[in-house]
């Protein structure tokens, strides 16, 4: 915790109190799988961080690693009895008393609240993912991105809903990022992921929807451009753009072309949803270096850059005002996200919305109407505030948590006499430039996994014949340029699956000149299986053997993408060798002939060879 590397922070918070205020909270036996959706999966880590510091709040902060040793020892078999050895209480008596410590603390905190919320009315609380709403040029439609009934964000769709009639209409599919209309309102300017590049690399690049002709253009290749905004002329766009780790503000016209950069950073910043200025001479920014974002305004003309909301407090989504007097932008600094506006001409900040989770990424019309994404127990919802005007909500803030005596960073021992401060202000662009040096080969450690099969191939075994422990074997390149991979089995009658695969993603002399990189495989595989008490008849004579069948094969195979990731040829060769092998017994004799013994032989009786080619 004192390196503030992950801590208890105002996303953390806004989820487990509306889970708590709406009647939500995730059940015991619920906190220990994945929801099985994007909001469901950050839940579940979101109440055991609570839980945890619960714990080391109110039974010491050495009580999380006494649960630990407790649950490695030999005979623990559950969390459940872990927590009871540690602090004398079951995992879900733990639980009911968090939970009821949980609720009755998140309805003090936000009583005052209650007295004086502004949250406006919502319009679309279908799905857990509902963002970016952005208002039409004439203030009458809304365009936004939602799940609805999908599991995950990725899956998020772009729509636009009529306020006059309440309606809504899907506009296009696999949308997620801001979106920003035309000066015509007839077309709707947004990211996307796609793989249609060089190499087939997924990479993010921006799309006009001409609403008219119903059909999507790509206007940017390769730029890794995310959030568009057009300028009010509809000439320009500004947009996010990102590379080695560092995020820039980039810049086109129209049609996607004569990009440049608008600002050079180079050692990690963040830009978020930059947005025009009504005259087109600024753009406004989310910008973040650590932890929290400040609003930053840009201008276009020198590249001079203003801080107008700094501090401790994250503040995000800025947006202007139609008529340029106000910049509304998102802030925790109460301990909830709301919607604030920024006065440009006297520089003061007033609170707008007052709600109970969170309020995010506003689009404000000429009316002074405020579209938002409202958090609530099930998700993001879209929220529409009529006529928004700023209030005084000072007596009706959220309540500050009621401080504990035992928190991880009073208590924790380790690290004692460390200079926290010196660490946590570390800077890492001060370091020394390494020695560049040529790529060699680095492979991870050999991972071996042990493998019991039952395999009931042979119809003559029976009992522990049917069992074959064994296991698999697999190393790779750091980089996957080499892989291996292998495994052995074996049963008591020393039946053997044996094999082998070397994988390599290199380059191929010749090949690589011509524009082809295959992946190339291979396989070498070894089988052998036993028969028991097979008849063979000899003249007028039937014999009894037991014989072994065994496959050595090699294989070879190229793989090459064609078109799309998933388009592939694949040039195969395999050749296989079949034989048996026959034991010694004894030819049985009769009145006149003596027995005799035959000796083991071996034959090699099928050899082939295959080439194939797929598609």
Known sequence: PQLNYDYYDSHRD??????????????????????????????????????????????GADAIPKIAANLSRFSALTIDGAIERTIGKSGKQL????????????????????????????????GFGNFYPAFSPDGGKIAYTSTKTADYFGLSSLYIYDIETKKEEEVDEKVRSSLSWSPSGRRIYYSKITPDNPG??????????????????????????????????????????????????????????????????????????????????????????????????????????????????DARNPVYSPDGRRIYFVSDRTGIFNIYAYDVQTKQIDQITNVLGGAFMPSVNGAGDIAFASYTSGGFKLNLLRAASPQNFSSNEYLAETSKPNTPADTASAGAGMDWAKLRSYNDTQLPLGESKRYKNIFTSLTIIPLLRIDKYSTTNKGIDYFKPGFYFTSS?????????????????????????????????????????????????????????????????????????GLLEFDIFLKQNLFTPADVITLGFTHSRYSADIAPFLFPGDATHNPIDIPGSSELYFKGNDISLTW
């Open 14 to 59: 806004m989820i487990l109190r509306m889970y708590a205020l709406d009647g939500n909270m995730l059940s015991w036996s619920e906190m220990g799988v994945f929801g099985k959706t994007s909001l469901g999966n950050e839940s579940s880590y979101n109440a055991g961080f609570a839980l945890v510091k619960y714990i080391s709040e109110t039974y």
């Open 95 to 126: 639980y009911d008393e968090w939970r009821q410590q949980i609720v009755a603390q998140y309805a003090l905190r936000v009583d005052p609240i209650r007295k004086n919320k502004v949250v406006g009315e919502t319009i679309d609380s279908i």
């Open 477 to 549: 390149d750091v980089i996957e340029k080499y892989e291996i991979f292998g495994g052995a089995a074996m049963n008591r009658q020393f039946e053997r699956d044996l094999f082998l695969i070397f994988t390599y993603r290199d380059r191929i002399p010749g090949l690589f000149q011509l524009g082809l990189s295959p992946t190339v495989s291979l396989e070498l595989y070894n089988i052998t299986r036993k028969a028991k008490s097979v008849q063979g008849v000899f003249g007028l004579d039937t014999v009894s053997f037991d014989p072994s069948y």
């Open 200 to 313: 087939w690399y997924s990479l993010s690049d921006i799309y006009e929807y001409d609403l008219d002709a119903r059909k999507e253009k790509r206007l940017t290749f390769a730029l890794r451009a995310l959030n568009p905004s057009v300028s009010s002329d509809g000439k320009k766009i500004v947009f996010a753009t990102e590379r080695d780790g560092t995020m820039n503000i980039g810049i086109v016209e129209s049609d996607g072309k004569n990009y440049h950069r608008l600002t050079d950073f180079r050692n990690g910043e963040q830009v978020f949803t930059p947005k025009w200025s009504p005259d087109g001479s600024e753009v406004v920014f989310g910008w973040s270096l650590k932890e929290a974002q400040d609003v930053v305004r840009l201008t276009v003309a020198d590249g001079k850059m203003e801080t107008l909301v700094p501090g401790v407090d």
